[in-house]
């Protein structure tokens, strides 16, 4: 559903810009599985990007964000293992400006 999403948006004009999914420590009993999807699926973003979108923010490669455990990290994240800190978010915003300036003219 995503790169249907992505081309539609393309479709009608916009600008698209795909992210690749963040570390989550909130899933006892699941981790592994999750951990397992979600590699699978950031490695489908990362090699099919550039088919439906117009940039990448590869938010996974960065260390503090996407290394399995990295949510543990209270730097990042909040005491959830899932939501980001002001610190997290500021990373997220460095990753996803780099991004988007890319694509200005």
Do not use: K
């Not at 004009?13 to 989550?24: A, E, I, K, M, Y």
């Not at 938010?59 to 990290?73: K, Q, R």
């Amino acid at each position: 559903g995503l790169w249907d999403y992505c081309d539609d948006r393309r479709a009608e004009g916009w600008l698209v810009v795909v992210g690749t999914l963040l570390d989550r420590g909130d899933l006892a009993g699941y981790q592994t599985t999750f951990n397992a999807t979600r590699a699978a699926v950031n490695a489908g973003i990362v090699a099919d990007w550039a088919d439906h979108a117009d940039g990448l923010a590869d938010y996974a490669a960065n260390a503090n964000l996407g290394t399995v455990g990295a949510s543990a990290n209270a730097t990042y994240f909040l005491g959830d293992t899932v939501h980001l800190t002001d610190a997290g978010q500021g990373l997220l915003r460095t990753i996803s400006q780099s991004v988007i300036e890319g694509l200005m003219p």
